[in-house]
């Protein structure tokens, strides 16, 4: 069975920082790739960044500066961190395993053919 664990979540101030994490099992990341998506109540599915087995990341505009994905293969385990936080971040925090090459422009509408986790909370208080 495909799983997708997140954690890192939490509650922070404006300008603090927190790093989620994305533990995947029964597959293997080299046929996908790899993204984050919030969303919030009532609203719909932001992508935030994603990466390649290649290692090319796309980001979100609005979080460009400020997030950094990362990947580490050996340890099936994906990475945000996030930096310089802002009350609009709030949100529950998604992460997604995709059809190769899909970068932020896609990866909404790419997540229903794919798997993705039950999410972490980020909320930022102002």
């Known amino acids: 069975e495909i799983k997708l664990l997140e954690s890192g979540g939490g509650q922070v101030q404006t300008g603090g920082s927190l790093k989620l994490s994305c533990v995947g099992s029964?597959?293997?990341?080299?046929?996908?790739?790899m993204g984050w998506y919030r969303q919030s109540p009532g609203k719909e599915r932001e992508a935030v960044a994603t990466?390649?087995?290649?290692?090319?990341?796309s980001y979100a505009e609005f979080v460009k500066g400020r997030f950094t994905i990362s990947l580490d293969k050996v340890q099936n385990t994906l990475y945000l961190q996030m930096n310089n936080l802002k009350p609009e971040d709030t949100a529950m925090y998604h992460c997604?395993?995709?059809?190769?090459?899909?970068?932020?422009?896609?990866?909404?509408?790419?997540?229903?053919?794919?798997?993705w986790g039950q999410g972490t909370q980020v909320t930022v208080s102002s």
């Open positions: 990466i390649n087995s290649d290692g090319r990341t």
């Open positions: 029964g597959f293997s990341y080299r046929g996908h790739s």
């Open positions: 997604a395993a995709v059809t190769a090459g899909t970068t932020v422009q896609h990866l909404v509408d790419t997540i229903d053919h794919g798997y």
